[in-house]
């Protein structure tokens, strides 16, 4: 943690002026909706299946101390933080099996939050981050399925719960509506069509503009006098009431139980410790993944740390514990990024497939991300004025089929931009019409290979789903923890190291996985799994023991450098070079190999050369 903070710190100053950039804006208007909609849909089903033990209030609340907290602390300012759907299972779960007891439930809840806490900080103090290096695409990508399957499903509830009548009708057709437009909004928005500024507009401000239109739309004409199903809010600033009108108060009385029940919670609380410790870290590395170009250094170990501290505080509360948010997070970071046009340069213009179909001729690039705290602070700050009166009324206005559809269009954009979706697309192509770029189409990995990496992963994302619809729902933490094993010991022994340096790779990139000592998986998985296995423990014995060998800083690697083997000098070269330090490393790569021909046999110099090219 001490050496997260010491990387980090020096950006801290520009962490705020950096903000002074058009790109906060949009950024953080489509944040504030990415992250409130969802929200209260999962109010709504936690209002409804916990007998209103939370409401509205309860989960903006839960967002705006994640938001507060992050963006102001955090070394990962970044990641949205807020109310899930997996907690949400978690919390109505955990209510099914506790309130045959008779016990105080939110009392219990907060014990379970106690409790997390102190495993949160555990596992921050003893650097258990450091395991991150083994989290690649894989569990990833399986992950990002079961969340946009739940976003799906939850579209699908909040509709299912208004009858088979008119509302019923009305509630499909504007859910319908509202992902339509919001996805023709993001297909504008990266097409040709318009100016630049059209698409941007369209991009950033078409998906809260619509839910806003169709707010308006049902109270027009004949439809103002259909009855729709809307949000149930309480008092400004005031917990849910209970069904008798009795409103707790803001502080729970954690000692209002048996003390029986308060070591029953430990195990509750130690999946949900796994759960927190899986999606945040994994909602962190896919907001820093490798598709973009960030400078400033990631800091896994102390954001745990603060994740602790505000489950703790959250259970004090009597409110959801918050994490970070997938796919929000992903989403804020891309919404950050400055891009460019790039023109592909393997379409042939004047073949017969490209012609009329101009913009598969370019891409749009991020070039840099607008790396801030400002956009993460101001839409907490927004939430935290939604839970005034006069917006309070407003939120009531909304109707659930406008949550429905905002689901879903949530639940679309994150298939589409998942690694199982992209490898299901390649196979089911055709494959004289598959670019010969393509990173799938390589003639030393048949299709049959790619079929059976992807089998695995819907295994994966279908054994989770499954138990979450059972009431052992509270045990899915311990199948999603259980994906990297898979992929780190059993994965190997099915698929070459070739095979899987094409199907898989780090999740983020060499820069970013300096806190927690590397990465593993892609093309490095060979020597990170095997021989040289030993080597990476010992560059990130530092982290690992607290000492001053860990990097602190690009700088400070480069000190470490001259301390390390000639092997890992020359690793250390390998992996600058790939992160674009320049012709610095370049020198350092190729000082490092020199020394290597010194100090080895003719025999070693030339195996261990032709594995770099390789490389």
Known sequence: MINDLRRRAPYYL??????????????????????????????????????????????????????????????????????????????????????????????????????????????????????????????????????????????????????????????????????????????????????????????????????????????????????????????????TPHEDGWIRGWFIHFWDIPVGHVFLAIPFALLLTILFWFDHNVSSLIAQGTEFPLRKPAGFHWDLFLLGLTTGVSGLLGIPFPNGLIPQAPFHTASLCVTKVVTNDDTDADSSESK????????????????????????????????????????????QGVLAGFFFIMGYQALAGNGITQKLIFLFKDSRLTSPNHPLNNKALRRSRVWLFVIIELIGFGATFAITQTVAAVGFPVFIFALIPVRAVLLPKWLSREELAVLDGPTASPFTMESVGGSYGGADEG??????????????????????????????????????????????????????????????????VDEIQQGQSQGQVHRRGHHQAAR
């Open 14 to 239: 520009s962490d705020w002026t950096d903000a002074w950039n058009y790109r906060v804006v949009p950024a953080t208007v489509y944040m504030y909706f990415a992250n409130i909609l969802p929200a209260l849909a999962f109010s709504l089903d936690m209002f409804t299946k916990t007998d209103r033990m939370y409401g509205v209030n309860e989960v903006l609340l839960a967002s705006v101390l994640g938001a507060v907290v992050f963006s102001l602390l955090a070394c990962q300012p970044l990641v949205i933080v807020g109310v899930t759907g997996p907690i949400t299972v978690f919390n109505y779960t955990v209510y099914d099996i506790m309130e045959p007891t008779g016990t105080n439930y939110m009392a219990f809840m907060c014990w379970i939050g106690l409790w997390a806490l102190v495993f949160h900080w555990i596992l921050a103090v003893t650097n258990s981050c450091n395991w991150l290096r083994y989290v690649t695409r894989f569990p990833c990508d399986i992950f990002g399925c079961y969340v946009a399957f739940i976003y799906l499903q939850k579209g699908i509830q909040v509709l299912e719960r208004l009858g088979d009548a008119e509302p019923f009708y009305l509630s499909v057709v504007v859910a319908l509506c509202v992902f339509a437009i919001a996805y023709i909004c993001g297909e504008l928005g990266d097409s040709s069509l318009f100016n630049h500024t059209m698409r941007i507009f369209l991009k950033d401000y078409g998906t809260p503009l619509t839910v806003v239109f169709f707010t308006g739309f049902v109270h027009f004409g004949k439809l103002k006098n259909i009855h729709l199903e809307h949000l149930e809010v309480s008092k400004a600033f005031f917990p």
């Open 356 to 399: 009329g179909h101009s913009s598969e001729s370019y891409e749009f690039k991020p070039i840099s991300v607008v790396e801030q705290r400002v956009s993460n602070l101001a839409q907490g700050l927004l939430t935290l004025g939604t839970m005034t009166g006069p917006l309070l009324i407003v939120l009531h206005l909304i109707p």
């Open 527 to 592: 020597e990170e799994g095997g021989e040289s296995s030993g080597g990476g423990d010992e560059g990130s014995g530092g982290v690992l023991g607290g000492g001053p060998s860990s990097a602190t800083g690009r700088n400070k690697s480069k000190k470490v450098a001259g301390e390390k083997t000639a092997e890992e000098l020359a690793e250390l070269g390998q992996s600058r070079l790939s992160v674009g330090s320049g012709r610095s490393s370049l020198r350092r790569g190729s000082t490092a």
